[in-house]
């Protein structure tokens, strides 16, 4: 589900792309990026990241209304975009909260390299 509001028109960044996105299940590694993770709905980061580029521009704010592993707060902090996430469990905050905090210790190598 998308939802665009702002004083700005609105605009799909992607022009005449398809629809239909395939990616693998999860991240490299054990479960996403390395981290055991059993969450029920895991989003790749990869997937995360194409749309959000899609979708939005970088500085825009993206909300996350089921943060689960943070899939979506780490393609922003990657990309650029702030993001607001909510979830109710502990146990996924948690593990939310430990992957954002490694995506943010780790440079972005394209946008060192001046490419991304």
């Avoid at 969450?39 to 990241?49: G, V």
């Avoid at 979506?72 to 993001?83: E, K, L, N, P, T």
């Amino acid at each position: 589900m998308v939802h665009w509001h702002g004083a700005r028109r609105s605009r799909w960044n992607g022009g005449g792309k398809h629809g239909v996105f395939t990616h693998t299940k999860s991240d490299e590694g054990y479960g996403h990026g390395g981290l055991q993770n059993e969450a029920p709905t895991k989003k790749p980061i990869r997937l995360m990241r194409e749309l959000g580029s899609l979708l939005t521009n970088a500085g825009d704010v993206v909300l996350g209304p089921f943060m689960g592993s943070g899939s979506i707060a780490v393609a922003c902090a990657q990309m650029g975009r702030h993001f607001i996430d909510i979830e109710t469990s502990r146990e996924y905050f948690d593990v939310a909260c430990e992957r954002i905090r490694d995506s943010c210790r780790q440079p972005n190598m394209l946008m060192v390299a001046g490419l991304g």
